[in-house]
């Protein structure tokens, strides 16, 4: 396999664009209890000339994916200097989006995306308890109509953050899907041929600056911790970049949360739904959280980036049953999404299809901090001694931990 070429970003230093302050990681935390231990994958050994190098890269994605669908990607084309510019363009957005701006492009998720502006009291349209999460998510039409869908501020960037997401999608996402594919023991390009979206940088996903702001103790009270609920992502992968404060929790083999560690640099990779009902549940939909970061964090801001990888909208989510995996070892009915698919599937009900099964969730989501939805009876229910979040899309139960 010819050797991937690495990112080539358009200059910073063009006429026109304006200054923009070099990104500075905060201090990572001091605590070191209660931390996962993820998987680290070379991405750079998919181009080895050696077959037993790639066999073995395949057989540790295998596991990490099997076990914990969580894992690092290091070595995957992006430098240490280009990744801290993109942070250092996501900076730049919240320190410089006009008032204007914030209203003109407010995200609605009523509609089923979370496309534009979203403001720092909850995940609905109209402003619920302050969360201080900002976001700003590019969608498929926002890459298209950049100069009425997207913040002033960031139009002289846009070449940097378009050929960021390109490279991404294209590149990075690309050849992870390649290895997983070959897991499932099928062709290369199969899942980026079949399944992945196309279409503008992020297909039908979506692309995220979000920004995590220290909360109220009022807010921190009635959400008990949390930022966002514990949760699987409804896509294909999700590319997460490695951040020093510790607010992403992993729901571990053991049945706790375990803070995600940070390794400079690396890609956080967790698996979605669709890849979980693809794979016949062989690959696990990565159940997490965030939540407040360690005492030592406490009052400092999380930013971060986030690609969000979707397949086909009209697809109708069922195994590849042509996987040889598949066809020798069966499916895992115990995993989480895959068996509730499988049994609507048995008798004779219609799943949704992706575009379905994102959209009712980002229209029905809930916030930590909705106390009358958030307790059991409503929208939890305690299995085995845990409280668990149990929602019903479409047919479809789903139940996660807290």
Same mark, same amino acid.
């Given at each position: 396999?010819?050797?991937?070429?690495? $990112?080539?970003?358009?200059?910073?230093?063009?006429?026109?664009?304006?200054? &923009?302050?070099?990104?500075?990681?905060?201090? #990572?935390?001091?605590?070191?209890?209660?931390?996962?231990?993820?998987?680290?994958?070379?991405?750079?050994?998919?181009?080895?000339?050696?077959?037993?190098? &790639?066999?073995?890269?395949?057989?540790?994605?295998?596991?990490?994916?099997? =076990?914990?669908?969580? /894992?690092?990607?290091?070595?995957?084309?992006?430098?240490?200097?280009?990744?801290?510019?993109?942070?250092?363009? #996501?900076?730049?957005?919240?320190?410089?989006?006009?008032?204007?701006?914030?209203? !003109?492009?407010?995200?609605?998720?009523?509609?089923? #995306?979370?496309?534009?502006?979203?403001?720092?009291?909850?995940?609905?349209?109209? !402003?619920?308890?302050?969360?201080?999460?900002?976001?700003?998510?590019?969608?498929?039409?926002?890459?298209? @109509?950049?100069?009425?869908?997207?913040?002033?501020?960031?139009?002289? $960037?846009?070449?940097?953050?378009?050929?960021?997401?390109?490279? /991404? *999608?294209?590149?990075?996402?690309?050849?992870?899907?390649?290895?997983?594919?070959?897991?499932?023991?099928?062709?290369? @390009?199969?899942?980026?041929?079949?399944?992945?979206?196309?279409?503008?940088?992020?297909?039908?996903?979506?692309?995220? =600056?979000?920004?995590?702001?220290?909360?109220?103790?009022?807010?921190?009270?009635?959400?008990?911790?949390?930022?966002?609920?514990?949760?699987?992502?409804?896509?294909?992968?999700?590319?997460?970049?490695?951040?020093?404060?510790?607010?992403?929790?992993?729901?571990?083999?053991?049945?706790?949360? =375990?803070?995600?560690?940070?390794?400079?640099?690396?890609?956080?990779?967790?698996?979605? @739904?669709?890849?979980?009902?693809?794979?016949?549940?062989?690959?696990?939909? *990565?159940?997490? !959280?965030?939540?407040?970061?360690?005492?030592?964090?406490?009052?400092?801001?999380?930013?971060? /980036?986030?690609? $969000?990888?979707?397949?086909?909208?009209? /697809?109708?989510?069922?195994?590849?049953?042509?996987?040889?995996?598949?066809?020798?070892?069966?499916?895992?009915?115990?995993?989480?999404?895959?068996?509730?698919?499988?049994?609507?599937? #048995?008798?004779?009900?219609?799943?949704?299809?992706?575009?379905?099964?994102?959209?009712?969730?980002?229209?029905?989501?809930? @916030?930590?901090?909705?106390?009358?939805?958030? !307790?059991?009876?409503?929208?939890?229910?305690?299995?085995?001694?845990?409280?668990? =979040?149990?929602?019903?899309?479409?047919? &479809?139960?789903?139940?996660?931990?807290?």
């Amino acid at each position: 396999m010819a050797p991937t070429a690495p $990112f080539n970003p358009p200059p910073a230093d063009l006429p026109g664009k304006p200054f &923009v302050s070099q990104w500075v990681p905060p201090p #990572a935390t001091k605590e070191t209890h209660n931390f996962a231990e993820l998987s680290t994958i070379d991405l750079s050994l998919l181009d080895s000339d050696d077959p037993a190098v &790639v066999g073995k890269l395949v057989q540790q994605v295998k596991h990490a994916i099997r =076990h914990d669908g969580f /894992l690092f990607l290091e070595n995957y084309g992006v430098s240490l200097e280009q990744l801290h510019r993109q942070f250092g363009l #996501a900076q730049y957005l919240y320190n410089n989006i006009s008032e204007e701006d914030k209203q !003109r492009l407010l995200f609605d998720p009523e509609t089923g #995306a979370w496309s534009g502006y979203k403001h720092p009291y909850g995940f609905k349209r109209h !402003r619920g308890p302050p969360d201080g999460i900002e976001q700003f998510n590019w969608y498929k039409p926002d890459w298209e @109509d950049t100069e009425n869908r997207v913040p002033k501020c960031l139009h002289p $960037f846009m070449d940097e953050i378009e050929a960021f997401c390109d490279y /991404l *999608t294209k590149s990075v996402n690309r050849r992870l899907l390649t290895l997983l594919s070959r897991v499932l023991e099928l062709p290369d @390009d199969y899942l980026w041929e079949n399944v992945q979206s196309h279409g503008s940088p992020t297909g039908e996903g979506y692309f995220r =600056h979000a920004l995590f702001r220290p909360v109220q103790k009022k807010t921190e009270e009635a959400s008990k911790g949390l930022r966002m609920h514990g949760h699987t992502d409804f896509g294909l992968t999700t590319l997460l970049f490695s951040v020093p404060i510790s607010c992403l929790q992993i729901w571990g083999r053991d049945d706790q949360w =375990h803070y995600a560690p940070y390794k400079p640099g690396a890609l956080v990779v967790n698996i979605g @739904d669709t890849m979980e009902i693809v794979s016949g549940g062989h690959f696990k939909a *990565t159940r997490h !959280r965030v939540y407040k970061p360690p005492v030592d964090q406490l009052h400092e801001e999380r930013l971060s /980036l986030v690609l $969000f990888n979707s397949s086909v909208g009209d /697809l109708r989510m069922a195994p590849a049953y042509e996987s040889p995996l598949i066809q020798r070892e069966g499916c895992v009915d115990e995993q989480g999404v895959y068996q509730e698919f499988k049994n609507r599937t #048995a008798e004779g009900k219609i799943v949704p299809t992706n575009r379905q099964w994102r959209e009712i969730q980002i229209a029905t989501a809930t @916030d930590p901090t909705d106390t009358e939805h958030n !307790r059991v009876g409503v929208h939890q229910v305690v299995i085995n001694g845990k409280i668990m =979040h149990q929602r019903e899309y479409m047919g &479809v139960k789903v139940v996660l931990p807290v």
